[in-house]
Antibody, heavy 123, light 110 residues
Framework: QVQLQESGPGLVKPSQTLSLTCTVS??????????WSWIRQPAGKGLEWIGR???????NYNPSLKSRVTISVDTSKNQFSLKLSSVTAADTAVYYC???????????????WGQGTLVTVSS | EIVMTQSPATLSVSPGERATLSCRAS??????LAWYQQKPGQAPRLLIY???TRATGIPARFSGSGSGTEFTLTISSLQSEDFAVYYC????????????FGQGTKLEIK
């Protein structure tokens, strides 16, 4: 059973960089069949996809966040990470990591999710 | 960007009754649509993918239909554990490549 677990600081100051790591267990992050994403959800609001990474390091980002987002992968640790720079209060949210499966080369839905971690941006 | 619009925002239904939730895409996403259930304090759970295929372990009372721009999630006989927020999500992969979710439908007990 694949499990994903987010970790990182729960409080970040405005203008600083938010950094989170997702540790994958029960399967290899290097499997060629999966992409690994970050998704966030402000309190009481909907879901926003932030970006994704493939095991090769290839990334895609939400255009609205692209200038501030970096996602990286460390296959030796079975982890992938998120960095979001120049944060403001609007970046306060629960951050999820999730896996999406490729079917015939098409990257699809999110079948496994982490439990989520709350990050608050405040001085 | 493909915009996903869900209706209604809140749906009040009695246990045992049928619930029908709608999701509309601003342009065709073919059958590249998933539905998720989210309970308070929990991560979303995949229910349906490919617009109509139930994910592993999802009860048969959940069904999805539609293609193109109009989609429906139907819960045939509501159980107490089904009251939650439901999101649709497109994964059409057309440029600009990004996934988008609907704003959610809250299914509450009537």
């Amino acid at each position: 059973q694949v499990q994903l677990q987010e970790s990182g600081p729960g409080l970040v100051k405005p203008s600083q960089t938010l950094s989170l790591t997702c540790t994958v267990s029960g399967g290899s992050i290097s499997s060629g069949s999966y992409y690994w994403s970050w998704i966030r959800q402000p309190a009481g609001k909907g879901l926003e996809w932030i970006g994704r990474i493939y095991t090769s390091g290839s990334t895609n980002y939400n255009p609205s966040l692209k200038s501030r987002v970096t996602i990286s992968v460390d296959t030796s640790k079975n982890q992938f990470s998120l960095k979001l720079s120049s944060v403001t209060a609007a970046d306060t949210a629960v951050y999820y990591c999730a896996r999406s499966i490729t079917i015939f080369g098409v990257v699809t839905y999110f079948d496994y999710w982490g439990q989520g971690t709350l990050v608050t941006v405040s001085s | 960007e493909i915009v996903m619009t869900q209706s209604p925002a809140t749906l009040s239904v009695s246990p045992g009754e049928r619930a029908t939730l709608s999701c509309r895409a601003s342009q065709s996403v073919s059958s590249n649509l998933a539905w998720y259930q989210q309970k308070p304090g929990q991560a979303p759970r995949l229910l349906i993918y490919g617009a109509s295929t139930r994910a592993t372990g999802i009860p048969a009372r959940f069904s999805g239909s539609g293609s193109g721009t109009e989609f429906t999630l139907t819960i045939s006989s509501l159980q107490s554990e089904d009251f939650a927020v439901y999101y649709c999500q497109q994964y059409n992969n057309w440029p600009p490549l990004m996934y988008t979710f609907g704003q959610g439908t809250k299914l509450e007990i009537k």
